[in-house]
């Protein structure tokens, strides 16, 4: 079990990939949503200019909507919520950068930007997100990836939650 305290009157606990906020601060309901994608058969073409994630599968949510194609968690309770996400991805080309972020409203989440560079041909990688960031009722978080130079991603594993 881990506690993860998102403010003074607030924290989160995580159960083997369920969050549950406890009470304080909001509405006093939970309030959060979870993303993965896994398997190594689902791949991105990028290039140098973000591409939303597609092929994610929402599950575990309550108070926050989620939907698919592209990934996006819709804010139904405002408020400061923590952002976390473990990728474990595959670079189709040798001396590649990937990067990650969140967008939010379309507009990148600047803080929440991180990179991975590959050395070799179909090596695959791991790096983590992970930030506070606040939100009203009704913004759209996405999770996009863009690489220095044309490549195909695959995805290894991927899973992201937002708890308030």
Known sequence: MIITPLNSTESAVHLSGYAQG???????????GEFHDFGGSNTVAL???FTEWQTGAGNNNNNITLSTAPV????DEGGTYQFNGSLSIQSGT????ITAALFINGVIYASS???RAFTGSSTTGSFSMSTLVDLAVG????????ADLAVTMTIINISTNMLL
């Open 139 to 146: 913004d759209e978080v996405t999770i996009r990836f863009k």
């Open 47 to 49: 290039t140098s200019s």
């Open 72 to 75: 996006k968690f819709t804010i």
């Open 113 to 115: 930007e991180t990179s």
């Open 22 to 32: 406890v009470s304080g601060g909001g509405t006093g309901q939970d309030t959060y």
């Open 94 to 97: 040798n001396n590649r950068t």
